[in-house]
Every structure is written in structure tokens, then in C-alpha cells.
């Protein structure tokens, strides 16, 4: 674990990744007891705050138990409902990675959530989204392998919008990376490359799991492609494990909450633990 106190930078033997703690942010309100550090990416030229709520119980000695990875922080939520469903008996044990920006950094997210360059309303964004990829496989994640009780094989990557849109296109990339893949209201529409690169990935799934969802009350484009990428992840050959769920009457953001539940205890049910 990072000591709370610590303000220097450590370097992870072999990883060459630069982590310095996170002494000088405020604590998050959402995470109170979660480690929080800076991390600088080689790949993408910038720093990442990255915070890490362990299990709702104490890891046994000698166990390891998955890891959630969160993109956008997983807006602040995603941490304490992990809390609240583990101590309720719902879903196993796990670590939340929130993987956010720093205090006064600029957000990023419209660079590193897009492989591809966009241009819309005339303001252009996107092309990161490589580096990005490269930055979660190639250094945090083996940065939080390193130092947390976490199984490598049971990580799970959340995405929401173009969050969403960035988990379809590394499953795409990396069908295997994760043991399954939560997908919120994909920004298909940002990417028109997307859906064929799903469709030539699927049959590589080895049963990973894809669970998608969408708010019943979004734009026609949301509903739309998330229907098109349910589409692309199941076709036969697909080996996916594909869930999709409608949650009646929801908007953009407003089913976030009941969408991590179902996610999570889907994925990752308390059965499930080692």
C-alpha cells in the first residue's frame, strides 16, 4: 500500500512508471480510504490521478480478489457502490481503480477516450486513445499488480459514453485483456471504425464478458448504437458472453448507479470469489 505520509516518487522495479502521492489533493469524499496518487504515463505525456478503494473486508493473507478499473473516476460512484454491494452480500470482494485527472490538471478525456480524430461543431478532438490503451495495459496495470493483492485474471475495465466507446474499442484491440468489459451508453456515433473492429474481434472472446447497457430514454444515437454494438459483440462466431440491459425511463447519466449494480453483481457475484 502507498504510505499516506509519503510525498516522493517510488518507481515500480522494472516498470519504469513514476508515482508520486497524491499529498497535496483533497481526500475524495466518495473514497475516503482510498490510496491516492499521481502516475505519470509514458505513453500518453501526462499525469493520471489514480485512487484505490480496497475490498469492503480485509484481503486474506495469501487470496487475491478482482480488480475494478474505472474510467472518468467512475464519476465519483463507482467506489462506494462497490462498498455497499459487497457489504450487502451482493457482490464479492474487489479494489476499485478510478483513474481521473489531477487537481488542476486539464481534463483530457475528449484525447484520451478517442482512437480516432473527431471534428464536430467545428472544435476537433480525439487521437489518444491509443496511448491511452497503452497506458492502462502497460503501467498502471502492472503498477496495481504489483502492489495490491489484485488477480490479474479477474479485471474488469467500466466505461460511460465515450468511456464506453474507449472499452469497446481496447476490446477490440485486446479481446482477452479483461475478464469482462461494462459498457454505459457507448458513443458509437464518435467513431466510425468501431463496430467493424468489435465485429472482427468477437470471435476471439474466450467467453469473456460484455455487459451493455443504456438509459430507455436516451437520444435515438445512444439507443441505436447500443443496439448496433449488442449486434457486433454477438453475431455468430462471436465467443462473448454478452448482457444487455434497457433501464426503462432513464436518461443519459441518471441510471449510472443502477447500471454499476447490475454490472457488478452480474460479473462479479460474491459466488464468484476465490
Request: overall charge neutral; hydrophobic content about 45%; glycine content about 10%.
Amino acid at each position: 500500500m502507498v504510505a499516506a505520509a509519503s510525498a516522493a516518487s517510488v518507481v515500480i522495479a522494472g516498470a519504469g512508471v513514476r508515482i508520486t502521492q497524491a499529498s497535496d489533493a483533497e481526500p475524495s469524499a466518495a473514497a475516503p480510504n482510498a490510496d491516492r496518487f499521481v502516475m505519470h504515463s509514458a505513453s500518453a505525456g501526462r499525469d493520471y490521478l489514480i485512487e484505490v478503494t480496497p475490498p469492503e473486508r480485509p484481503v486474506a493473507p495469501g487470496r487475491k480478489v478482482p480488480v475494478l478499473y474505472a474510467l472518468d473516476a467512475g464519476y465519483h460512484v463507482a467506489a462506494p457502490e462497490a462498498w455497499a454491494l459487497q457489504a450487502s452480500g451482493a457482490m464479492g470482494p474487489a479494489f476499485v481503480v478510478a483513474i481521473g485527472y489531477p487537481p488542476g490538471a486539464p481534463n483530457t478525456r475528449e484525447t484520451d477516450l478517442l482512437y480516432r480524430p473527431l471534428s464536430e461543431h467545428g472544435a476537433a478532438a480525439g487521437g489518444g486513445g491509443a496511448a491511452f490503451e497503452a497506458f492502462i495495459l502497460d503501467e498502471l496495470r502492472p503498477a496495481i499488480e504489483a502492489r495490491y493483492p489484485v488477480d490479474p485474471d479477474r479485471s474488469v475495465l467500466l466505461g460511460h459514453s465515450l468511456a464506453g466507446l474507449f472499452v469497446a474499442n481496447l476490446l477490440a484491440d485486446r479481446p482477452r485483456a479483461f475478464h469482462a468489459y461494462l459498457i454505459a451508453s457507448p458513443s458509437i456515433w464518435a467513431d466510425g471504425e468501431t463496430l467493424a473492429r468489435v465485429r472482427a474481434a468477437a470471435p476471439s472472446g474466450r467467453g469473456r464478458r460484455v455487459f451493455l447497457g443504456v438509459g430507455g430514454a436516451e437520444t435515438a444515437r445512444m439507443l441505436e448504437g447500443a443496439d448496433a454494438l449488442e449486434t457486433a459483440l454477438g453475431a455468430p462466431p462471436s465467443t462473448f458472453v454478452v448482457r444487455k440491459q434497457v433501464f426503462a425511463g432513464q436518461v443519459h447519466r441518471s441510471y449510472y448507479p443502477a447500471f454499476l449494480e447490475a454490472a457488478l453483481t452480474a460479473v462479479l457475484p460474491e459466488r464468484g470469489a476465490k
